[in-house]
């Protein structure tokens, strides 16, 4: 049983088609990666998959339940979490506090907790600090020390790594990252790629979108290739180099010095 | 007597299509939504009111009066709301739009009273035409509404500045870089869309005959129904929709009840806003 | 006994100020100062409500004078007509009002920004004009005289001061449990909302429902307000809940700084200072709110107190300060070229 099964997933904006149906599947703790020129398609996937966006038509089928028609929330409240390509944090609140919202799916807490604090509610947040000093650590002292900044000051690559571990705190079954690596400079992209080999190793299962194609073929364990809605090819990095179609679609251009 | 009522709605509609051309033109090109747009409506009601009793001026100057106060006022608003505030929240220019709204309602209150006053002029003159009854303002609001129509179409299709509305309004940025003076953009439409929006106050004001401050807050939000039902930010889609409200509206009164009269404006517009956003004809538009 | 002193002394800036205010009338024995104190409370109330929407949601709501009518008049009827006390009138006004902020919430709120800003102005013009229409239970706009005034134990009350403890201790009340609310998961969320909606949907917040929940809580603080004010001057009208209301309100809140939990007390303490004081100029009173809004708009956007958020609380015993492990992984490498905050 696949965790994730995405069966003919179409999507148009008016006469558009941005998505005609695409399918792939995924396995517990794999690492699959999303690459394909600008417009293929690739984020309007992830809204899909998400629940951000309607879908046209096409089955999403998430740890055994179907969510295709699920909002965003619900998504979540499933198991998976993102990240965005342009960086959605929420500017005014603290690093803590954005991972505090990121736990909100498996928390509980309404006005009256709020308000009378109750022990096991005490209890509840004492833990989440915990836990969001644990996923910080992941990140060590770019993030750590700034537990208490507003989100807002930190550079751009602390940015990043903040919305990753919001991510995170949701304790996603599926991890989507948009572009972990967009803007950052060679060596941030290094440490993107051993975040990501260590977030494979404790578990995670990671769909993510990349240009950086170093970053694509040393993590992933499978690649999907999108081109104008239509997946051309799927396959370990290896198949995938020697790929005619996608290097003529794709990397045929870069005559594939990267990879 | 069908007839009859359907051509009152015409005139009504047409002061409705004014004052909502004028805001999709605002909407459309800033932007933003102003919420001072049925006091600027009124305010020229009373400017040409002033006009009319004190000075004893012909109603043609005090069309022209109020059209020029209006886009005093307009270009105003503009410049503290917007030039002013440009890079600011939106939420801080709707406030301030709000905040104009306010002055220039309780201003007008401290001038003029709050009492309700009516054109001292001699206007009630009225000839029949094939059974059909016409007020002699009835034509002067027919004739001001197609005449600013045709010279809007004229302005925004035929004309340089024209061209340069539509490109700012389109794409701001893009017309920033191909030489627009973007600011100099944004004070015409907004004070153009004000003074539509005052010229349709002088019309309501003659066709009933009333000025009184509280006129423009019912008026704002009608012009609001209007643009959302014509898809916010197009200008024939805003005439289309002024002018069926006003026969909606008329044939309300005349065959149901006289207290529903602002009911069906509510109601569409909420209808409108909840099931369909873009309006009749609207396309999809990123407004805030 | 230690976690004790230690919670009093954590609610030390609280308890000191209700001793100041409890204590006030000693000093001043003005009854016209009592007065503007009430009135003070009365918009510290409605303006610390309508900064769930507005502050703390990021909602734009202009129409908060509806539910503050829908307080006063759904009490005043129920008082006048069953002749019930203002205590049972009290939550029937909070109930009538949390009802149509209810239904009015539940289909508008998915609308984004101006839209429901107009919604929220429609609705308040709705109401006030069924106020002024539905003779037989509201009066009209003769509104309605002879609503009871409250009484305690058989004792009515005759003069401000018991209104003055009433409303002291309604607005301490509101202030601190709002402010231990918006600290709390509940409050998070809805700053979450009002930083980013749709990153905070993809975090698993269901966000027309915590829009809907603060409208609501808004709507009933402020029907606690009007049922609190109808009995207090025991006499409504359908011109004190009209947009101008609304309009001083959202004045207040942008003057003392939204999304603080202190913005408005400091805006509504000011402004109905500043009203007082030049009373012989009431007639201008309009277009100086409308001024200073406009002024407050171009030099200070975040109110007088700014974007800051203050707690009312300190913190007890103070927490040392964690050290975080120097991991060395990074240390070997390069520094990062944009360690710097970014602009913007």
Redesign the interface.
């Known amino acids: 049983m696949s965790l994730l099964q995405v069966e003919k997933m179409c999507k148009d904006y008016g006469g558009l088609k941005a998505l005609s149906g695409v399918s792939f599947s995924m396995e517990k703790g794999e690492i699959v990666s999303i690459i394909g020129p600008n417009g293929a398609g690739k984020t309007t996937l992830f809204d899909c998959l998400?629940g951000?966006i309607p879908k046209t038509s096409g089955k999403v089928v998430f740890d055994g339940t179907d969510i295709t028609a699920y909002?965003?929330?619900d998504a979540?409240?499933a198991g998976m979490?993102?990240t965005?390509q342009q960086i959605?944090?929420?500017?005014?609140?603290t690093v803590m506090?954005n991972l505090?919202?990121?736990m909100?799916?498996h928390?509980?807490?309404?006005?009256w907790?709020?308000?009378f604090?109750p022990a096991w509610?005490r209890k509840q947040?004492e833990l989440c600090y915990r836990k969001g000093?644990a996923i910080l650590?992941l990140f060590?002292?770019?993030l750590?020390?700034r537990?208490d900044q507003k989100v807002m000051?930190?550079?751009?690559?602390?940015?990043r790594r903040t919305e990753i571990a919001?991510a995170l705190a949701?304790e996603p079954k599926l991890l989507l990252l948009d572009e972990p690596a967009a803007g950052m400079?060679p060596?941030?992209t290094r440490?993107a790629t051993d975040l990501i080999r260590e977030l494979r190793d404790k578990g995670n299962t990671i769909l993510f979108i990349e240009h950086d194609m170093s970053m694509v073929m040393s993590v992933s364990d499978r690649i999907v290739v999108l081109d104008h809605g239509v997946k051309i090819a799927e396959g370990p990095p290896s198949e995938i180099q020697k790929n005619e179609d996608v290097l003529e679609a794709y990397m045929g251009r870069r005559e594939h010095a990267e990879a | 007597m069908f007839l009859q009522q359907v051509f009152n709605g015409l005139a009504q509609g047409s002061t409705y299509a004014l004052i909502a051309v004028g805001f999709a033109l605002i909407i459309g090109t800033l932007r933003l939504v102003s919420f001072c747009h049925g006091e600027i409506f009124m305010m020229g009601a009373y400017v040409a009111f002033t006009v009319v009793s004190r000075w004893q001026g012909s109603l043609l100057a005090a069309f022209v009066v109020a059209f020029a106060a209006a886009a005093l006022l307009g270009a105003l608003v503009e410049f503290v709301g917007f030039r002013l505030l440009r890079g600011a929240s939106r939420i801080s220019s709707l406030l301030v739009t709000i905040g104009f709204s306010t002055i220039f309602l309780n201003a007008a209150q401290l001038i003029w009273g709050a009492q309700t006053q009516s054109f001292p002029t001699d206007i009630d003159s009225a000839f029949e035409f094939m059974g059909i009854r016409f007020t002699f303002i009835q034509i002067v609001v027919y004739a001001v509404t197609i005449c600013m129509f045709i010279l809007l179409h004229l302005l925004l299709g035929k004309t340089k500045l024209g061209r340069a509305i539509r490109a700012t309004a389109l794409d701001h940025e893009a017309a920033f870089v191909m030489g627009v003076d973007v600011n100099r953009i944004y004070s015409f439409t907004y004070a153009l869309g004000s003074a539509l929006g005052g010229l349709a106050g002088v019309l309501v004001g003659l066709y009933y005959n009333a000025v009184y401050p509280a006129m423009g807050g019912m008026m704002g939000l009608k012009a609001f129904s209007a643009c959302i039902l014509g898809g916010l930010t197009s200008i024939p889609g805003a005439v289309v929709a002024g002018f069926f409200l006003g026969e909606i509206e008329n044939l309300a009164v005349a065959y149901i009840s006289s207290g529903f009269r602002h009911v069906f404006s509510f109601a569409i517009l909420i209808f409108f806003l909840i099931f369909r956003p873009r309006g009749l004809f609207g396309r999809k538009d990123s407004i805030r | 006994m230690k976690k004790l002193s230690y919670a009093l002394i954590r609610c030390a800036p609280i308890l000191g100020a209700l001793l100041f205010f409890c204590t006030l009338p000693l000093y001043v024995r003005s009854d016209y100062i009592l007065r503007v104190f009430v009135q003070i409370g009365i918009y510290v109330l409605l303006t610390s409500s309508l900064n769930i929407v507005n502050g703390y949601t990021g909602l734009f709501s202009v129409g908060h004078a509806a539910f503050f009518g829908l307080g006063a008049y759904g009490s005043a009827i129920v008082c006048t007509k069953l002749n019930l006390s203002f205590w049972q009138g009290l939550p029937t006004g909070m109930l009538i009002a949390s009802l149509a902020a209810y239904v009015i919430a539940k289909p508008t709120l998915r609308l984004k920004g101006v839209f429901l800003t107009l919604v929220t102005m429609g609705s308040n013009m709705i109401i006030m004009l069924v106020f002024l229409n539905w003779d037989s239970l509201t009066g009209g706009s003769l509104g309605i005289m002879g609503i009871p005034m409250p009484e305690i134990f058989g004792t009515k009350f005759l003069r401000p001061l018991p209104y003055y403890y009433l409303i002291i201790v309604a607005d301490i009340l509101v202030i601190v449990?709002l402010d231990?609310?918006m600290r709390?998961?509940?409050?998070?969320?809805l700053?979450?909302i009002r930083?980013?909606e749709?990153?905070?949907?993809?975090?698993?917040?269901?966000?027309a429902r915590y829009k809907t929940?603060a409208f609501v809580?808004a709507a009933v603080i402020a029907g606690a307000a009007g049922s609190f004010y109808a009995h207090y001057y025991r006499y409504i009208s359908p011109e004190a809940f009209n947009f101008t209301e609304s309009f001083i309100i959202v004045t207040m809140l942008a003057f003392g700084g939204p999304g603080n939990i202190l913005g408005p007390v400091v805006g509504a303490a000011i402004l109905v200072g500043v009203t007082e004081a030049f009373r012989a100029f009431a007639d201008y009173r309009m277009v100086f709110y409308g001024t200073l809004l406009v002024l407050m708009m171009i030099f200070r956007s975040k109110g007088l107190l700014g974007?800051r958020e203050y707690s009312l609380t300190i913190t007890w015993p103070p927490v040392k300060k964690?050290v975080?492990?120097?991991?060395d992984?990074?240390l070997d490498?390069?520094k990062?070229?944009?360690?710097?905050?970014?602009a913007g």
């Not at chain 1, 928390?107 to 006005?111: D, N, V």
């Open positions: 998400t951000y909002p965003p929330h979540n409240k979490a993102r965005f959605r944090l929420f500017p005014n609140l506090e505090r919202v990121g909100h799916s928390t509980r807490g309404g006005i907790a709020g308000i604090h509610y947040e000093l650590a060590q002292e770019r750590l020390p537990v000051e930190l550079s751009y690559a602390n940015r919001r949701s400079n060596h941030e440490l | 449990l231990r609310l709390s998961r509940f409050g998070l969320t700053k979450a930083e980013d749709r990153a905070a949907s993809c975090n698993g917040i269901n966000v929940m809580m974007g964690t975080y492990s120097k991991g992984r990074f490498t390069e990062e070229e944009n360690d710097e905050p970014a």
